[in-house]
């Protein structure tokens, strides 16, 4: 997960495997402890992580940062690695309100430990992010600072309420590795490392194509699959929220993540906690947004097409301990508590900070869409236009045996991606500005505000963001996805009327651009997104149980009665 910069001596480090801490309730958790061969007292940095304490990631950035005179202590959660106990995952099984005394416990114990100056600061992309909140919430004496990057603050902002069947099925294999090593399974793999390596290069273009998947063998995720079973009926609940923690946050925290980061949406959790934390630090608490993916080792500015510069690489480890130099080591490298924003400006390619999260200032500017009714691929009529005028439906066959394909990372992770090679479908409608006069500065949340019909009782609706360059080349910046029956809310499933229009609304990612002068900005609208999301079948029928699939013929309208929009941020030049 790190950035793999050039490798420095690490001899100066001590590590003690495998190191024992006892919970309340006398389950054993192990951590690996890294720690600064000079002799002394130092603070203590934990993350806990059901992702194997002995793989590379930690394994790299655990001795960096006790280079840095932290001691580091980087824990298996319960059930995972080298630790005792049951595996509960965070979606809301009996087990996962263990996890937030297992942290409390764990920050205690961290403070503890031989050498420590009793000050403890948690850290964690992912899930362990997700850890450490709920470590957080719970309010340990011990704790001084928090760094959580890349996890969202609620479970139905990262999935829109659909299965994302590449991304959660590659994890749950993943996952199952060490789930196997522990039950015995005599099928491999048994290490998460190799497990990925299996998804990416054999099983990746077997298993996303399973039909239904409530026939997946036991073997695809071992003892984990009554869990797997579970999370496929509630995938659309709030199987997580953290927005319950926020006001019960007493530390200064950084929340980290990137544009194309598909929890990108954990800016609302720096949103959450600077408005509703305790109150004496508010101030101290500070957003990143980089020009990144999820994956911590795509922190840099070369993720896809476009070079966005050397300023744009950050190293993991570093960033995690200039945080928290200033809150444990007194070490001032950010004083400024009146502009705690600071986000990578694409096309700039430089960083800016702000006051607030949205800009103070913004604009939000409405492109209505617009067409003869024959926007279908990139060499029709759609446009995105300023003012709302009378125009054509466009009209689309939506076929679930041939959906179209996300343009994502090998490890299904959303990435910046050349568009192209979507170019020749007829089952995307293209929607797209001239070529602008002049640049715009886009930051800030972007929404979409759909008219559509089908003749499906259930359907999904699309979108995605592009920006177009001078040089032609087609990069996505934003998407969103509705399932038509949780249009209403996802505690309100209403099946459709055949071909009656409904409004759709996409809360889409968030962008960070300078369009410039001479480029395009370009919203594709369809109705499949795969495997980013499973395939809607278009049927009545529960998505994991059902093996039938229909096609569904779709209408997107744009005219006064139903203006379908895009809804953009526009910060003043």
């Known amino acids: 997960m790190s950035a793999r910069l050039e490798d420095t001596d690490v001899s100066s480090v001590i590590v003690e495997r495998n190191v024992p801490g006892h919970l309340r309730d006398g389950t054993v958790l192990r951590a690996d402890v890294f ?6 007292r130092y603070p203590v940095l934990l993350c806990r992580t059901p992702y194997e304490k002995s793989s590379g990631f930690f394994t790299f950035d655990a001795p960096r940062l006790a280079q840095r005179g932290y001691i580091v202590a980087v824990q298996d959660c319960r059930g995972r690695g080298q630790s005792d106990g049951d595996f509960q995952w965070t979606y809301g099984f009996p087990g996962s309100a263990q996890e ?9 114990w961290a403070a503890n430990l031989s050498g420590s100056t009793g ?3 948690l850290f964690g992309h992912s899930y362990s992010a997700g850890l450490a909140l709920d470590a957080a919430g719970m309010q ?3 704790l001084t600072a928090l760094y959580p990057s890349g996890m969202t603050d609620t479970h139905t902002n990262m999935t ?5 069947t590449g991304r959660r099925l590659q994890w749950v294999y993943g996952m199952a590795a060490d789930a196997r090593r522990r039950a015995g399974d005599p099928f491999q793999p048994h290490r998460r490392e190799l497990a990925d390596s299996y998804w990416e290069h054999v099983d990746r273009q077997k298993w996303i194509w399973q039909l239904p998947f409530e026939k997946l063998p036991y073997d695809f995720a071992s003892t984990l699959t009554p869990q797997l079973q579970t999370y496929f009926s509630e995938v659309h609940k709030e199987v997580w929220d953290l927005r319950p923690v926020h006001d019960k946050i007493e530390v200064p925290t950084l929340v980290a993540t990137g544009w194309w980061d598909r929890l990108v949406n954990c800016i609302n959790n720096y949103t959450g906690i600077a408005e509703k934390s305790f109150e004496p630090v508010r101030k101290q608490h500070r957003l990143v947004v980089g020009p990144w993916g999820h994956t911590t080792a795509e922190w840099n500015g070369q993720l896809g097409p476009r070079n966005y510069g050397a300023s744009a690489t950050v190293t993991y480890h570093e960033d995690v301990a200039n945080w928290f130099d200033l809150h444990m080591n007194g070490i001032d490298r950010d004083a400024d508590d009146d502009r705690p924003v600071t986000v990578f400006i694409l096309n ?6 702000f006051a607030s999260w949205p800009i103070d200032g913004t604009e939000y500017k409405q492109l209505f869409l617009a067409s003869g009714g024959k926007a279908n691929g990139v060499g029709g009529d759609g446009i995105l236009a300023e003012s709302l005028g009378s125009s054509e439906p466009d009209r689309f066959v939506y076929d679930p045996r041939d959906p179209v394909m996300s343009l994502m990372a090998l490890d299904s992770q959303a990435a910046p991606r050349d568009q192209s090679p979507l170019d020749r479908r007829q089952d995307i409608l293209v929607y797209q500005t001239p070529a602008l006069e002049k640049d715009m500065l886009c930051i800030g949340p972007v929404r979409c ?9 259930d359907t999904d609706f699309t979108a995605k963001l592009n920006e177009v360059g001078p040089d032609g080349v087609a990069v996505n910046l934003s998407y969103g996805i509705v399932r038509a029956r949780y249009r209403n809310g996802f505690d309100k499933p209403v099946f459709l009327d055949s071909d009656a229009p409904e409004e759709y609304v996409f809360k889409m990612m968030p962008m960070g651009i300078r369009l410039r002068r001479g480029s395009r900005l370009r919203l594709d609208i369809s109705s499949s997104d795969f ?11 529960d998505y994991w149980s059902d093996p039938e699939l229909k096609i569904a013929k779709q209408t997107v309208f744009h005219d006064s009665s139903m203006p379908s929009r895009l809804i953009i941020p526009v910060v003043p030049l």
Not at 35 to 40: I, M, S
Not at 160 to 164: K, L, T
């Open 140 to 142: 340990p004496p011990s």
């Open 348 to 353: 700039d390619n430089r960083w800016a900070t």
């Open 100 to 108: 937030k005394l297992d942290g409390y416990d764990s920050v205690e």
């Open 531 to 541: 495997p980013n999301f499973d395939r809607n079948h278009n049927t009545k029928a």
């Open 160 to 164: 829109f309420g659909i299965f994302e």
């Open 449 to 457: 505000i759909l008219w559509a019909a089908s003749n499906a009782p």
């Open 35 to 40: 720690r600064p061969r000079t002799a002394g």
């Open 119 to 121: 000050k403890v600061g």
